[in-house]
């Protein structure tokens, strides 16, 4: 599946998002998706985009057709299959419909029309050419900066503490070890998973993978992928710190770093 197809598969099941995502995560997973358009023909650009956005769909269930097919093209487990540079007409329409794609119970007025499935109809094709305008602006009422800065809210709405001060033992002995995240109201706040609840002090794996990470460059990325939901893992790094292995935490952060190319 190429990433036009991925684009179409999106639209296609733009119902089925919806009823499982719920708001906060829809927006989440356009705020991703929006990032394509910046992506430009860079394909080290598009694969870190996809990957990001494959890991949005993490409620979406393998049992339903949406599921099944991303399972069967394999973007759950490695989003590389998926790096070809995507069309722009493409991704200005997979954005027009999956922007007005109306929430669960709601009725669906979208009209972009979708591509008729390609071979045994197993997953739809790229729209045809008749895409939108191309100086098409997502729906006024969705403004990708306020899809953005409710993406930070909600990792800022997290536990956290107060940063702890540069040189002490909770700030970790490098600027890349604790995740460090502005609030505008609160300051300087660390996320609390982080750190290790009997000593206080950050937890070795959080270290070694928020410097993979980069975690004192992109402290954003760094706190969404702890925060996000993961496909490959099959829910949030942050949640299942303890419940699972450290070397398969780190096996997922650095096939995303590789997928990056840092």
Do not use: K
């Not at 040189?167 to 070890?177: C, R």
């Not at 993978?209 to 992109?218: E, Q, V």
């Amino acid at each position: 599946m190429d990433t036009d197809e991925l684009l179409a598969l999106l639209v296609r099941h733009r119902a089925e998002l919806r009823r499982w995502l719920d708001g906060e995560q829809y927006a989440d997973f356009l705020s991703r998706l929006e990032l394509l358009r910046a992506a430009g023909d860079d394909p080290v650009r598009v694969r870190r985009v996809l990957t990001a956005v494959v890991g949005a769909l993490w409620p979406v269930p393998d049992t339903g057709e949406l599921g099944r097919a991303l399972h069967a093209s394999g973007l759950r487990g490695h989003a590389s299959a998926t790096a070809a540079v995507p069309t722009a007409d493409a991704v200005l329409a997979a954005l027009e419909a999956l922007y007005a794609a109306p929430a669960a119970g709601e009725q669906d007025t979208t009209t972009a029309p979708l591509a008729t499935p390609p071979g045994d109809g197993a997953v739809p094709g790229p729209r045809p050419d008749t895409g939108p305008d191309p100086a098409f602006v997502p729906d006024a009422t969705v403004d990708p900066a306020a899809v953005l800065a409710a993406a930070r809210r909600r990792l800022l709405g997290e536990p956290s503490r107060a940063a702890a001060p540069a040189g002490s033992p909770q700030a970790g002995q490098g600027p890349a070890d604790v995740i460090v995240l502005t609030d505008p109201e609160d300051g300087r706040r660390s996320p609390e998973f982080q750190f290790d609840p009997d000593t206080g002090r950050p937890r070795d794996i959080v270290v070694r993978i928020n410097r993979m990470l980069l975690a004192d460059r992109d402290p954003w990325g760094a706190a969404d992928w702890w925060l996000g939901g993961n496909t490959w893992l099959g829910g949030r790094p942050a949640a299942l710190l303890g419940q699972v292995p450290d070397a398969l935490l780190a096996d997922a952060a650095r096939a995303l770093v590789e997928e990056d190319g840092r």
